[in-house]
C-alpha cells in the first residue's frame, strides 16, 4: 500500500510540475468576442438571419435556406452552451468518465472487427492449406 502511496503521489507531484511549467495560454472559459468576417469586415453574431445572397423578395427557397441555416447555427451554440456547463459543473474526471464510456462503444466495435478479421485470416490459412493438399494429392 506504501508503495501505491508512493507512487500516486510521485505522479500528483509530476502533474503539478506540468501544470506550472505550461500554463494556459488562452483563457477558453472567457467569453468569446464576435468573429471577425474577412469578407465585410464587421462583426458576425452566431444566430443573425442574413438575407439569402440572391436577394428578390419572393425567393422563398433562399428566405428558407437562410431560416434553416440560422436555426443550425443556434443549435450549435446551444450544444457548446451544454457542453461548456457539464464541463464547468463536472470535474475533470467526470469528463474523462463520460468521454471514455462514450469512446468504449467504438473500441468494442473495432475489437469486434479485429477478431472478424483474424478469424478470415486464419480461414484463408486454412484453405490454402487444403488447396494445395489437393494439388498434391491429384498429382
Known amino acids: 500500500a506504501s508503495t501505491k502511496a508512493g507512487v500516486r503521489e510521485a505522479a ?14 488562452k483563457n477558453y ?5 464576435a468573429i471577425e468576417s474577412s ?19 419572393d425567393d422563398v ?8 441555416n440560422s436555426r443550425a447555427q443556434l443549435e450549435h451554440q446551444s450544444v ?8 464547468a459543473c463536472c470535474s475533470r474526471i467526470r469528463c474523462l468518465a463520460l468521454s471514455q464510456r462514450h469512446s468504449g462503444g467504438m473500441v468494442a466495435e473495432t475489437e469486434r472487427r479485429l477478431q472478424a478479421t483474424r478469424k478470415a485470416c486464419k ?10 493438399t ?3 494429392l491429384v498429382r
Request: aromatic share 10%; glycine share 4%; hydrophobic share 35%.
Open 123 to 132: 480461414l484463408a490459412k486454412r484453405l490454402h492449406t487444403f488447396e494445395d
Open 39 to 57: 469578407s465585410v469586415l464587421r462583426p458576425i453574431y452566431c444566430g443573425e438571419l442574413k438575407t439569402p445572397a440572391n436577394w428578390p423578395p
Open 80 to 87: 457548446r452552451i451544454e457542453n461548456l456547463q457539464t464541463a
Open 29 to 33: 472559459f472567457g467569453t468569446p468576442a
Open 12 to 25: 500528483l507531484g509530476m502533474v503539478e510540475e506540468e501544470m506550472r511549467r505550461y500554463r494556459p495560454t
Open 61 to 68: 427557397q433562399s428566405w428558407r435556406d437562410s431560416v434553416d
Open 134 to 136: 489437393w494439388v498434391h
